[in-house]
């Protein structure tokens, strides 16, 4: 019987030495998933009555900086901006204002922001901002044109959107 528990002891301690020596060669392997976002504040701009063929820009209307997008992913990210047809008229932006035609341009200023800054127009999809760390965030502003005179349109407004894009840097 001394024997049999011996050899049970014996065993048992051999085999918490092999999963000892098991554990000390294992690899603890831990994967975080790459996530890619944006966010954008204030998500509306209400211009207003405007004539055809005017300019109003947010850094004038509001506050210089007036949008501000978020990296809401956990990498580096490039943001694109584009901008969309209108509702219900149809018009569509273009590099000219023109008969249906409207253009929108985004700018960037430097801080501090006390001067406006340089507008770059956009038609389609367009770099806003390039290597904007996790978390990081780019004020910018808007500028619209109104489209020209005989251009259609509603009574009671026309809306388009601006969207924003993300990509891994």
Do not use: H
Not at 49 to 76: K, L
Not at 122 to 140: H, I, K, P
Request: hydrophobic share 40%.
């Amino acid at each position: 019987m001394k024997r049999l528990v011996l050899c049970v002891l014996f065993g048992a301690l051999l085999l918490l030495g092999a999963q000892a020596a098991f554990a000390a060669n294992e690899i603890a392997v831990t994967v975080t998933l790459q996530q890619i976002g944006v966010d954008v504040a204030p998500t509306s701009w209400v211009l207003g009555v405007m004539e055809p063929d005017t300019s109003q820009s947010s850094w004038v209307t509001t506050v210089a900086g007036y949008f501000e997008a978020t990296n809401t992913g956990n990498v580096a990210e490039d943001f694109t901006i584009e901008p969309g047809v209108t509702s219900p008229s149809g018009w569509t932006p273009e590099t000219t204002v023109g008969v249906d035609d409207y253009v929108i341009g985004f700018g960037i200023g430097t801080n501090p922001y006390t001067t406006e800054p340089t507008y770059t127009t956009f038609t389609g999809s367009t770099s806003l901002a390039t290597g904007v760390a996790a978390a990081g965030t780019v004020d910018f502003d808007l500028e619209f044109t109104a489209p020209a005179a005989g251009s259609t349109y509603d009574a009671g407004g026309e809306s388009f959107t601006v969207s924003l894009g993300a990509s891994a840097s």
